[in-house]
């Protein structure tokens, strides 16, 4: 007699934790065989809490500088709370004590006291966690995307909260292949945010563009990518992260006949509307109200310039 779907879900489930800079993920799934291509969440929750932050000095000596200090006491407190929380509703689902993964980037890794919030952890729930190197990050966020669509080729971008991974990707037939040289750059969103309402704008754009001209050299471009870029006029740009994510339900909200505005996972749009929104907000402010209507004539000339958006 085969078994109910419930049955093997259950003997087959993973929980992970991602203690991310901009805020800390809780994850329940099913990797039993069939669910290898798409793994079902069979639980997710998220704790608020900027790691990010939670480090930034308030000296106002040190504004221009972000100038960091230790994870505070409080947020270590609340994040152990919210651990043996997860810990309990692992044990409720049955998932075995060694089928959770606790993992942390950069907030975690660039921490002044980060082996003492790592150690207090570990002696609060016995799970060790593990730091992700930003090449890790890079490979990880890659693989995602890769694992949202069924054909995958063009750039790569993960945009967090303390920093940025840009790589190329591409993904056929169940192979994927990336960059050998992926560049992490100092601009999440949290980090961004920060320098903007403390730095000259003109200047932190400049050095944004100058950095990403750089960054898009490092990672080595493949020929057929250069190819397909000269010959389309332009190339995909895959996205994953909250500030991406903020940015592409933005973009959804502005367009009233998208289906279910809730669900971003496998989004699409142009690069006219990405930076129509991206000035418009720098600008403004504000939230605009586009007539999309009259982009249309521009995509029809630049359609393969396309936003995609994974989240996972």
Known sequence: LSEDEASVVGRALTAIVDIGSNGIRFSISSKAPHHARIMPCVYKDRLGISLFDAQLNDDDENKDNLSRKPIPEDAINEIIRSMRRFKWICEDFGVPSNGVKVVATEATREASNSKEFRDKIYKATSWKVQLLSKEQ??????????????????LFMDLGGGSTQLSWIISKN???????????????AAALSFRMK?????????????????????????????????????IKLFCCGGGLRGLGHLLIANEDDYPIQSIINGYSTTFDKVE?????????????NFNFEKLKEKELNQNNKIFRWAYF
């Open 137 to 154: 990050e890079g490979i990880t966020g890659s693989y995602g995307v890769a694992s949202s669509f069924h054909d995958v080729s063009g």
């Open 276 to 288: 129509d929104m991206a000035n418009f907000l720098l600008l403004k402010r504000k939230i605009p």
């Open 198 to 234: 403390h730095e000259d704008i003109n200047e932190l754009f400049y050095e944004i563009k100058n950095s990403y001209k750089v960054a898009f050299e490092k990672i080595n471009l493949p020929d057929i990518l250069i190819k397909d870029m000269k010959e389309n006029n332009g």
């Open 174 to 188: 169940g192979q994927v292949k990336i960059s050998d040289n992926p560049v992490s750059l100092p601009y999440g």
